[in-house]
């Protein structure tokens, strides 16, 4: 457990530090009772924005997994902002229990990102949070093969951060972003691409292959 704090994502040392130091005040002060209260809630935090070392999977023919949580859904859509053509849709869902540190599911070049504002419906439902505010990056893969991933907003979740920018290389399982707080992380892959998770699976980012981009013997 000390060993998956140590490191803490950037993301959410201003607030640490912030909730210690009025923890500290709070003591100094003579309110322990708040002081404690102030104090649980940094360990929660350190708890929520901390950051582990991953095992990366690399394999440029593996769609690894971008964000730990649950296999929410895994649907056959038609993707006509980006890809316009069908596609494979797996949502994952982010308690506020996982690691929110989101990393590249792949090897690639960004050649788009979108934000899109909106709701803060509840992140679990696949389908009433379609109209969630989300960030989209789209990549290329050296194969020439297109695929892209949304970090989606939840009822908790009010901050999304990604440092992908167009024009952008990164290597598969690298940080790229957070989503503070509950939420959920949408990936869309080839139609073609032959699947190794099923509804109800746990996933680590990083770790876990979702997908194989060809069929492997």
């Known amino acids: 457990?000390?060993?998956?704090?140590?490191?803490?994502?950037?993301?959410?040392?201003?607030?640490?530090?912030?909730?210690?130091?009025?923890?500290?005040?709070?003591?100094?002060?003579?309110?322990?009772?708040l002081s404690i209260i102030v104090l649980i809630v940094t360990i929660c935090?350190?708890?929520?924005?901390?950051?582990?070392?991953?095992?990366?999977?690399l394999d440029p023919d593996a769609v690894i997994s971008p964000a730990d949580g649950?296999?929410?859904?895994?649907?056959?859509?038609?993707?006509?902002?980006?890809?316009?053509?069908?596609?494979?849709?797996?949502?994952?869902f982010l308690s506020v229990l996982n690691v929110h540190v989101n990393r590249f599911p792949v090897s690639a070049k960004v050649l788009a990102t979108k934000y899109q504002p909106g709701k803060f419906n509840l992140a679990y439902d696949a389908d009433g949070s379609e109209e969630n505010e989300k960030l989209t990056t789209f990549?290329?893969?050296?194969?020439?093969v297109k695929l892209l991933f949304s970090q989606v907003a939840g009822f908790l979740a009010r901050r999304i951060v990604s440092k992908a920018d167009v024009g952008d290389y990164?290597?598969?399982?690298e940080r790229f972003g957070i989503i503070k707080f509950g939420s959920r992380m949408d990936i869309y892959l080839p139609e073609?691409?032959?699947?190794?998770?099923?509804?109800?699976?746990?996933?680590?980012?990083?770790?876990?292959?979702?997908?194989?981009?060809?069929?492997?013997?």
């Open 1 to 33: 457990m000390l060993k998956n704090i140590a490191k803490i994502s950037p993301e959410g040392l201003p607030l640490i530090v912030l909730s210690a130091a009025l923890g500290w005040l709070l003591a100094l002060f003579g309110f322990s009772t």
């Open 45 to 57: 935090l350190l708890f929520f924005f901390r950051d582990p070392e991953r095992n990366i999977t």
């Open 70 to 92: 649950k296999i929410l859904s895994i649907k056959n859509i038609k993707e006509t902002e980006f890809l316009n053509k069908d596609c494979i849709k797996i949502s994952i």
């Open 139 to 144: 990549v290329q893969l050296d194969s020439g």
């Open 170 to 173: 990164y290597t598969q399982g």
């Open 192 to 217: 073609k691409a032959v699947l190794e998770v099923d509804i109800g699976d746990k996933v680590t980012a990083g770790e876990t292959i979702l997908a194989w981009l060809i069929e492997k013997n």
